[in-house]
C-alpha cells in the first residue's frame, strides 16, 4: 500500500512541475492554444491579434487551459499565468524591441 501511495504522490509532482504547450487546428479555423498548467490558479492568453489583450482561457479536468483562437494568418502571443507573463516552450521565438520573447504561430 505504501508503495502503491509513494508512485501516486510521484506521478502527481511530476506532473504539477512541468508545463506542456500544443496547438492543434480544426480546418478552416479555430486553432486550439493548450497549455499544461495544473496549479495555476488563472491563466491569459494574450496575442498580438489584439494588442496583447489578455483573453481567458478555459480550464480542463486535467489541469490543461485552453482558448480557441481564429486561425488564418500569423501572430505572437504568450500568456500570463497567476499575474506573471509566461512563455511557453514553442517552435518558433521573436524578441521585441524591449527585449522580450514572444512565441509564434505561423499557419
Not at 502527481?12 to 499544461?36: D, M, V, Y
Request: hydrophobic residues 35%; proline residues 7%; contains cysteine.
Amino acid at each position: 500500500m505504501t508503495r502503491s501511495v509513494y508512485s501516486i504522490l510521484v506521478l502527481l509532482l511530476g506532473l504539477n512541475a512541468c508545463a506542456a504547450h500544443s496547438s492543434k487546428q480544426s480546418r478552416p479555423e479555430p486553432i486550439t492554444f493548450s497549455l499544461h498548467k495544473p496549479l495555476a490558479r488563472n491563466v491569459q492568453f494574450l496575442s498580438s491579434l489584439d494588442g496583447y489583450q489578455g483573453h481567458e482561457t478555459r480550464r480542463t479536468v486535467l489541469g490543461f487551459w485552453e482558448i480557441q483562437i481564429p486561425a488564418g494568418k500569423n501572430f505572437s502571443y504568450f500568456y500570463e499565468v497567476d499575474g506573471s507573463p509566461y512563455l511557453p516552450d514553442c517552435q518558433f521565438k521573436e524578441f521585441d524591441d524591449l527585449g522580450t520573447q514572444s512565441c509564434l504561430y505561423l499557419p
